[in-house]
């Protein structure tokens, strides 16, 4: 008969069955009132859910009390971690001042432009949305209105966000030839999918070949700089920007998530290449729901709401942007990132988290590649740094898939299948404790 291991020994972090009345009836009411029990897109094996409670610097707790340490980081917004006190200040005296005006003009919203365009390096001006979507839609319409063309052109693998345009081609099962895209979703109109172009990430001459034969009717062409995981070549993004010119087509750089987490000029300062737009979300609103379209002031002015009624009018509005809550806490997030060589010591702390898990997996020789660049990590069962999208599915899913539920088992918090973040609190003990967590995955996994 297998005896319970007692509490005394098992490990700190992660569930371990350990779930509390409490918690059960929060899956229970979930399960009844959401579809799937979920807030989003992701949901976990029902052994491995939890309902988040609490978190500070690199760790959380579920409602039951157990640790974790995070990965996922609110999906990236949470480079500062979980609970930042400078963060939580801002907010709070920003909620006792009003929480919110409209989108005319406030305090907060006006600062956060002045003090984040600086740091863009295609910003003539700038309008605030409530997403990441939102901002790529955005940028989308401005493009198309622009250059009075219809098409868009993504890259295959690519997420821009949750609307029609978007939702085409981002993680797609099976392959179509390039350029046709294919939908990630149900309830996308066919006429959708005839206004979009995908190309192969880091491939020049396809998407040149693309380009020559429907650059004339293509908008803009839309690019993650680091694609999820994937590195850009040398030359890549460089190459985009040249044929983008060249066909007269909006660049379109999402730095949703590269946005003040490669550096405070983003991927931008950190590759050298200026689009003609860039979308934002996550960072700059330090965990609040504030995102951003920048670029040229002959793009973005066409929505100056004094045109309204004018044929090039572009309206772009939200209920919420510009929000002063959110503003308020983006500009703490500012005061914390402008500090002297924050970025250097979690870029090098990124580093030491690849190379001591690459240590833990070869020790159990598992035949997983540890691989990413600054603060963003992934592995796979591959022995090669994939390019594109391609390269993951000839990666061993199955197993990644196994290996990143015994992951979450021992208390590291990753998003299956997705890439993983580390913020800019996660301490030598949060590595030290992720490194035997790891070890414990391992082992799980060969048993
Ligand atoms: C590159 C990129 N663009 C756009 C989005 C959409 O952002 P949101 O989820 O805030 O709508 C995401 C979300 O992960 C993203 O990673």
Not at 187 to 213: C, F, H, Q, W
Not at 234 to 245: D, I, K, Q, S
Not at 253 to 260: C, L, S
Request: charged fraction near 25%; glycine fraction near 10%.
């Amino acid at each position: 008969m297998a005896l319970a291991t007692p509490e005394s020994i098992l490990p700190s972090i992660g569930r371990h069955g350990r779930v509390s009345a409490k918690e059960r009836r929060e899956f229970e009411d979930a399960e009844r009132l959401l579809p799937g029990g979920a807030l989003g897109g992701n949901a976990l094996p029902k052994d491995l859910r939890f309902v988040f409670a609490r978190g500070d610097g690199a760790r959380f707790w579920d409602t039951t009390g157990n640790e974790y340490i995070d990965y996922v980081l609110g999906s990236g917004t949470l480079f500062l971690g979980h609970a930042h006190p400078t963060i939580q200040a801002a907010v709070a005296d920003q909620a006792t001042r009003g929480t919110h005006f409209f989108a005319y003009l406030n305090e907060q919203a006006v600062e956060l432009a002045r003090r984040l365009k600086p740091h863009m390096a295609c910003a003539e001006r700038l309008r605030f949305t409530t997403s990441g979507s939102d901002s790529t839609f955005h940028a989308i319409r401005l493009a198309r209105a622009f250059t009075g063309r219809n098409k868009v052109l993504k890259f295959e693998g690519a997420y821009h966000g949750v609307h029609d345009y978007a939702q085409l081609s981002t993680a797609p099962k099976q392959l179509s030839n390039y350029p046709a895209p294919l939908p990630d979703t149900a309830g996308i109109p066919e006429a959708v999918r005839e206004l979009m172009l995908v190309a192969p990430y880091n491939d020049k001459d396809t998407l040149a070949s693309i380009l020559a034969e429907h650059g004339h009717d293509v908008a803009a062409a839309i690019v993650e700089p680091i694609q999820r995981i994937i590195s850009p070549k040398p030359g890549f993004l460089e190459a985009v920007r040249e044929l983008t010119l060249k066909h007269g087509c909006v660049m379109i750089m999402d730095e949703v998530v590269t946005g003040f987490r490669y550096g405070l000029a983003g991927a931008q300062g950190y590759f050298g290449v200026v689009p003609d737009l860039a979308t934002y979300g996550k960072i700059i609103g330090g965990g609040l729901p504030v995102g951003a379209v920048a670029g040229r002031a002959d793009i973005m002015d066409q929505a100056d709401p004094g045109k309204k009624g004018q044929a090039d009018y572009v309206y772009q509005n939200g209920t919420l942007q510009g929000h002063p809550l959110g503003c308020a806490a983006g500009l703490a997030s500012l005061d914390v990132l402008e500090e002297p060589s924050l970025y250097d010591r979690v870029f090098r702390q990124a580093d030491k988290l690849r190379e001591g898990l690459q240590k833990v997996f070869d020790r159990h020789q598992m035949g997983i590649l540890m691989f990413g660049e600054g603060p963003m990590w992934h592995m796979l069962f591959t022995d090669k740094v994939p390019q594109n999208w391609r390269d993951i599915l000839s990666s061993d899913l199955k197993k990644q898939a196994a290996m990143e539920i015994e992951l979450i088992r021992a208390g590291l918090f990753v998003l299956p299948q997705n890439r993983r973040f580390i913020s800019i609190r996660h301490t030598d003990d949060d590595l030290g404790a992720t490194f035997e967590a790891a070890d414990r995955a391992c082992r799980a996994f060969k048993a």
